[in-house]
């Protein structure tokens, strides 16, 4: 008898952590990391030229095209193809609670949008980002927050991780540990 599929879910808003943390707790598990905004970017990047999926245009207008229903629909339905087969980290907005409402382990990170907009820049710049680009990375994801809040969802059974004081790896250990427990039951 083979056992279940494991589905592990990350959630929170923009710049929260969600991919990168998602990606190394597959890397620890052996598990295979999908990326729901990256697809949300590539179908983005589609509609509007070909151009990088990181790109400021596609950033500007991903929110827009993954409120489409039936991008949302296409993208859903690839997540759960691929769960099927394989132990998956999935990341996004809203997949504890639309897409995998019964995965065995389900995550919601949060984190003051000033540590979020200094880790986006940390990461896009190479470099420690000064006070005001903070604060100006801050606001824009303070606005694509209020632009995604209907597709935020944290399912009420997800466990909240605030990251706004914890290492990378920190989160990660956290979230190791909480899924090692569920496979042991699975």
Same mark, same amino acid.
């Given at each position: 008898m083979s056992r279940s599929k494991v589905v592990i879910t990350i959630d929170g808003p923009a710049a929260s952590g969600k991919s990168s943390t998602a990606a190394w707790v597959a890397r620890e598990l052996g598990f295979r990391h999908l990326d #729901? &905004? @990256? @697809?949300?970017? *590539?179908?983005?990047?589609?509609?509007? &030229? #070909?151009t990088d999926l990181r790109s400021p245009e596609v950033t500007a207008a991903v929110s827009e095209v993954a409120r489409v229903p039936a991008v949302r629909a296409s993208v859903n339905a690839e997540l759960r193809r691929i769960a099927e087969? %394989? %132990?998956? +980290? +999935?990341d996004g907005r809203d997949i504890g609670c639309v897409v995998f409402p019964d995965a065995q382990l389900k995550i919601f990170l949060i984190a003051d949008a000033s540590e979020r907009a200094r880790r986006r820049l940390y990461q896009r710049l190479g470099r420690i980002p000064a006070d005001g680009e903070i604060a100006e990375e801050a606001q824009r994801l +303070?606005?694509?927050d209020a632009r995604d809040a *209907?597709? $935020? @969802?944290?399912?009420? %059974? *997800?466990? @909240?991780? %605030? $990251? $706004?004081?914890l $290492?990378?790896?920190?989160q990660v250990q956290r979230i190791v540990a909480l899924a090692s427990a569920i496979q042991s039951r699975v």
């Open positions: #729901s &905004g @990256l @697809l949300y970017r *590539a179908e983005t990047a589609r509609r509007i &030229g #070909s087969t %394989d %132990d998956v +980290v +999935v +303070v606005e694509r *209907a597709n $935020t @969802l944290q399912a009420p %059974d *997800a466990v @909240l991780i %605030d $990251t $706004t004081c $290492t990378q790896e920190d």
